[in-house]
């Protein structure tokens, strides 16, 4: 610790060390970031579970298609259930969390899993336990395995209407632009036209206001200033004159022979009534002095 001697007296300075901390719960980056080792281990060996995964489902659905009598096209059923759970999902996983399409993206790919769980249950069911079923409870599952497809087109045909549709809505053509290509440029710009247009033609139109002059004021002031001279046979003082000058704005009294002279002016400040009273008063002369 250093020492100074000034005066006879010792003088000690001490040093500060300043030291930056990080926080301890800050994440580190490079511990974060996921290998690529990692990925390429996920991708393989999802690669090769879809790939069982889908033959498996195959040929439970092949069987549960014969079932229902589909016989010489029961390889369509398992290429129609697994491509919708397949396309759905992929759909789900790609869309960002705030599109607006997402949680109809996600129903539908909820229904196309269950659906294909559901199928691979029954045709299992039926094999190993169709003897417990009655006929009638048999005859109503077949059916609804061969009510599939129809049920399959329309989830397809809603998915996409909604995916189109608000590509559509976005003005600002990018997504419409990835879907629909020019064509969607062009909606979404007509369509913002038609809003502008619309907005334009509902905006009321304002008029226009003229700030008065001073003949203005003195055709409203000048037989306002008279009638107090007259009734009170002097001067007007400031405070009934503008209390005269605002009673007559109020009850639109001022008017020219060209129109209102002073419209929209509903009252007046005692300094614009004691500016006018003088502007009046040099108007009229010793008439406005001496009213009699």
Not at 79 to 86: E, G, M, Q, R, S
Not at 96 to 112: K, M, S, V
Not at 273 to 287: C, F, I
Request: proline share 6%.
């Amino acid at each position: 610790m250093p020492t100074a001697a000034l005066g006879g007296n010792r003088v000690t300075a001490s040093t500060t060390s300043f030291e930056t901390t990080q926080p301890t719960n800050a994440p580190d980056v490079r511990k974060t970031a996921t290998p690529q080792s990692a990925v390429r281990a996920a991708r393989l060996g999802g690669a090769i579970a879809l790939a069982a995964a889908a033959s498996l489902s195959f040929n439970a659905l092949c069987d549960l298609a014969r079932h229902a009598g589909l016989h010489r096209l029961a390889a369509l059923l398992p290429i129609a259930v697994d491509a919708f759970a397949a396309s759905t999902l992929f759909v789900a996983y790609r869309l960002p969390a705030g599109h607006p399409a997402r949680r109809t993206t996600t129903r539908t790919a909820r229904l196309a899993l269950a659906l294909t769980i559901a199928c691979n249950g029954l045709d299992h069911l039926l094999d190993l336990a169709g003897y417990l079923l009655t006929t009638h409870t048999r005859n109503l599952l077949l059916v609804a395995v061969a009510s599939l497809p129809p049920l399959i087109v329309e989830r397809l045909l809603h998915l996409q209407t909604a995916l189109v549709g608000e590509a559509v809505t976005d003005v600002t053509g990018n997504e419409t632009g990835h879907l629909l290509g020019a064509a969607g440029h062009v909606i979404a710009e007509k369509r913002q036209n038609d809003v502008q247009a619309v907005c334009h033609e509902a905006e009321p139109s304002r008029p226009t206001r003229t700030r008065p002059t001073d003949e203005h004021w003195l055709t409203v002031a000048a037989p306002v200033y008279r009638m107090l001279a007259e009734q009170t046979g002097r001067r007007p003082t400031e405070t009934a004159f503008h209390a005269a000058l605002t009673e007559a704005l109020t009850a639109d009294s001022a008017v020219t022979d060209d129109g209102p002279a002073l419209d929209g002016v509903r009252s007046v400040s005692l300094s614009t009534a004691k500016r006018v009273r003088a502007m009046v008063e040099a108007a009229l002369g010793p008439e406005a002095t001496n009213p009699d």
